[in-house]
């Protein structure tokens, strides 16, 4: 029913009540609460029309807003994420091209190190080659951490280097480790002493080859199965007593150039430690490094 269908249907009573009783204020008064009433049910409908509207209107905004926010989430992920590969990537290539120089410039540096110890000639432009490369490769291992290097023993030296967990505070180290083995090796003295340590080995060998010359071979005739006859062969050598006081003399000479060769090579030892150990060390670093680049760290 209608709202005016309602108010014809109260008109209508109200008029049927005043045909009857001969009284319409009641009538009227019940046609007037009646539509108050329904004019009140009309407000409270459009009301709750209206509510329900804006209630529809926040949650469609809300809802909107909502996708909106998830939306601009999801694009910035996207974009550090984006953004920390390419980084990766930076960081990768980067260490790699890093990774390739010092090993290119360590074997250089090793090839100087080997050949300077072996060939005779040259030594001086082997000797410079040695400290140019070691001064561009320190230049690799660059540190803000200031480090007194007279504190750092050599045994120091190898339990940090030779650390294959990381390379965390290596950079000093390697920079420490690189100037005392080339400052060493290329060193007047190194070289001297090195010289020394050849002319008391090849004093000994002269020194043996006069008491061989000393000695007199004993020789008896022995059977030879294989030849099916006695040959002639030496059983004993030693050196005749008229010449005991001589051989003497020459074995104190052996003996003292052996002391002097053994205390120059104790004297090169640290030197011959760092040599030997170089490539183990440069290996260790460049591993750890390697592993690194692959993770794009």
């Given at each position: 029913m209608?709202?005016?269908d309602?108010?014809?249907y109260?008109?209508?009573?109200a ?13 009227v008064?019940?046609a ?28 469609a ?22 953004q920390k ?16 120089s ?43 951490k ?22 965390n505070?290596?950079?000093e180290?390697?920079?420490i ?13 190194y ?6 340590i ?23 005739d022995?059977y030879?199965?294989?030849?099916e006859?006695e040959?002639n062969?030496i ?16 074995f104190k000479?052996?003996s ?11 004297d090169?030892a ?28």
């Amino acid at each position: 029913m209608s709202i005016w269908d309602k108010i014809s249907y109260l008109y209508d009573v109200a008029v049927r009540e005043e045909n009857v009783v001969g009284d319409w204020w009641p009538a009227v008064i019940t046609a007037l609460i009646a539509l108050a009433g329904v004019g009140l049910q009309v407000w409270i409908g459009y009301k709750n029309e209206k509510s329900n509207h804006s209630f529809s209107e926040n949650q469609a905004a809300l809802q909107n807003a909502f996708e909106e926010n998830e939306l601009k989430k999801r694009l910035e992920f996207e974009d550090k994420w984006e953004q920390k590969k390419i980084d990766a990537d930076i960081i990768s290539k980067a260490r790699i091209k890093w990774i390739e120089s010092v090993r290119k410039l360590s074997a250089e540096l090793i090839s100087d190190i080997y050949n300077f110890k072996q060939l005779e000639t040259n030594k001086l432009e082997i000797r410079d080659s040695i400290k140019r490369n070691s001064e561009l490769l320190k230049l690799y291992f660059s540190s803000s951490k200031l480090m007194n290097s007279n504190e750092i023993t050599v045994k120091k030296l190898f339990e940090r280097l030779e650390n294959t967990n990381d390379n965390n505070d290596k950079n000093e180290y390697m920079h420490i480790y690189i100037t005392r083995l080339c400052e060493g090796l290329v060193s007047d003295m190194y070289i001297e002493k090195k010289e020394l340590i050849s002319i008391y080995e090849q004093k000994i060998k002269r020194l043996y080859n006069q008491i061989y010359d000393l000695e007199e071979f004993i020789y008896e005739d022995i059977y030879s199965e294989d030849a099916e006859e006695e040959i002639n062969q030496i059983v004993d050598r030693r050196i005749p007593k008229e010449k005991e006081e001589q051989a003497s003399e020459i074995f104190k000479k052996i003996s003292s150039s052996k002391f002097k060769k053994d205390a120059l090579i104790i004297d090169l030892a640290t030197e011959e430690v760092l040599v030997d150990k170089f490539a183990t060390v440069i290996s260790v670093y460049l591993k750890i490094e390697w592993e690194k680049a692959k993770e794009g760290k």
